[in-house]
């Protein structure tokens, strides 16, 4: 089992940044795949970015939607993974997830574990 806690979301302006976190506890947090997704109002839940377990070159992705604007990360001696999100635009609104899996996939049903999400909303 691993429980998964987000924090850092906040109401902001556009071309702001924010960075959020999720920390785990539970099994060996280096042993799994760390991805972020997040759920618009009357949208399904998406992809935004994916960090494979660990070593010193990690497996990184990103959704289109936000490929040289965020950024992952993970230090695996906090348990912790990070998104790092610049430039923000009204359209990154969503509650954002932090989810566990063995792989880092993309798909929603590829994930194990989910934190309870962190709420973003970025103004105009």
């Known amino acids: 089992q691993v429980q998964l806690v987000e924090s850092g979301g906040g109401l902001v302006q556009a071309g702001d940044s924010v960075r959020l976190s999720c920390a785990a506890s539970?099994?060996?947090?280096?042993?799994?795949?760390m991805s972020w997704f997040r759920q618009a109002p009357g949208k399904e839940r998406e992809f935004v970015a994916t960090?494979?377990?660990?070593?010193?070159?990690?497996?990184?992705n990103y959704a289109d939607s936000v490929q040289g604007r965020f950024t992952i990360s993970r230090d695996n001696a906090k348990n912790t993974v990070y998104l790092n999100m610049n430039s923000l635009k009204p359209e990154d609104t969503a509650v954002y997830y932090c989810?566990?899996?063995?792989?880092?996939?993309?798909?929603?049903?590829?994930?194990?574990?989910w934190g309870q999400g962190t709420q973003v909303t970025v103004s105009s």
């Open positions: 960090i494979s377990r660990s070593g010193s070159m990690p497996y990184i």
């Open positions: 989810a566990a899996g063995m792989r880092p996939r993309t798909g929603v049903g590829d994930y194990t574990y």
């Open positions: 539970g099994r060996p947090f280096s042993t799994y795949a």
